[in-house]
């Protein structure tokens, strides 16, 4: 029989206090790189032995750009090279070069947006809180909307999107860029928060499900057999759901079986907030958190089976996320006022 000395639990325990210790490192670090990272990164957090072998003992998280205002929805252009995301308080999107670090602004007004993905033709997709609308950037420069209306009724404010290999454009609408005049415009939601798809061929939206409190961050499986999204609740109603949920997608046109896949909830630390997430290859869920404070806040990483796996430990909270670079192996986090980066040996499992 296993000692008590060493169950998971234990070693669990040992592992979160040694989060808490390192949190002042975190918050006092120097990421603008005069004063180096001892390697390994105490910031990259192993939980578990499947997390060893993402996990790089000579990379460091580093800053690549502050001065926003709350930064979302980063996506990787493979082709182009770069990064897109949105600021969404400035109500502009943000392009970062990777031949040479460059940041400059890629949409302005840009509605407001939030989530931003591509799809197979290499076009930006973006999701508008203050027009409450998701619309394509064509080629040619110009802008053809997806969606804005569910039966007649104006859409809440979508969130976040994703691209169904088929083509069909999956987004979620829990509404918060309708709930504030800071991420959109205020307004009256008029339609249940819920996830939907937009069929390719003739532009038709569905309610996919709506069996969640406010469905924000959505990702596939890596094979597109299952749909996770991530219910951020509220910060203002404790028992509102604070966890990530998964569906089985079937034929690639409906789910079933919805039911939690993760709850935020980390023992002596509290409940974070899922915002965006994204997959890996193997299958684990990478999700930027947040709203508990140092120790927590960052990136979450969770196995298939659900198990907490690994931490990224951020100084601000974490809104969004995206794998990019070259071999798709290069993590990019938006997180509170920054746009941070590292490398793993995970490799992203979508195109954007």
């Known amino acids: 029989m296993q000692s008590?000395?060493?169950?998971?639990?234990?070693?669990?325990?040992?592992?979160?206090?040694?989060v808490a210790a390192l949190s002042a490192q975190t918050q006092n670090r120097d990421y603008a790189g005069p004063n180096p990272v001892r390697y390994p990164d105490a910031d990259i957090i192993s939980l578990d032995k499947r997390f060893d072998k993402y996990r790089l003992g000579n990379t460091p998280i580093r800053r690549l750009h502050t001065g926003m205002l709350w930064p979302e929805g980063p996506a990787w252009h493979g082709g182009g090279r770069y990064l897109v995301w949105s600021d969404i308080p400035n109500d502009v999107q943000m392009r970062w070069l990777e031949e040479d670090g460059h940041v400059s602004i890629i949409h302005n007004p840009a509605g407001y947006s939030n989530g931003n993905t591509f799809d197979y033709q290499g076009r930006q997709l973006s999701a508008e809180h203050g027009n409450r609308r998701v619309v394509r950037y064509e080629h040619n420069g110009t802008i053809t909307v997806i969606a804005d209306k569910f039966n007649g009724k104006p859409l809440n404010a979508p969130n976040d999107l994703v691209v169904h290999p088929d083509g069909a454009i999956w987004f979620t609408d829990p509404g918060y860029g309708a709930m504030l005049e800071y991420e959109g415009n205020k307004g009256k939601l008029e339609i249940k928060e819920a996830v939907y798809s937009v069929d390719p061929q003739n532009g038709r939206i569905e309610k996919m499900t709506d069996e969640i409190y406010k469905p924000n961050g959505i990702c596939f499986s890596p094979d597109y057999k299952k749909l996770y999204v991530g219910d951020t609740g509220s910060t203002h109603i404790p028992e509102a759901p604070k966890n990530i949920k998964v569906w089985d997608?079937?034929?690639?046109?409906?789910?079933?079986?919805?039911?939690q896949y993760v709850s935020m909830a980390l023992a002596g630390k509290g409940a974070g907030i899922p915002d965006g997430i994204r997959a890996d290859t193997d299958g684990n869920i990478w999700v930027g958190s947040g709203w508990v404070g140092a120790g927590y806040d960052g990136v979450q990483v969770f196995s298939p089976e659900g198990d907490r796996i690994g931490q990224i430990l951020l100084p601000e909270i974490c809104s969004n996320l995206c794998f990019g670079g070259r071999k798709r192996n290069r993590l990019f986090m938006t997180a509170g006022q920054s746009l941070y980066t590292v490398y793993t040996e995970a490799r992203g499992a979508h195109i954007a």
């Open 4 to 18: 008590p000395a060493l169950t998971r639990r234990s070693l669990l325990s040992t592992a979160f206090t040694g």
């Open 249 to 259: 997608v079937v034929d690639a046109k409906s789910l079933r079986g919805g039911k």
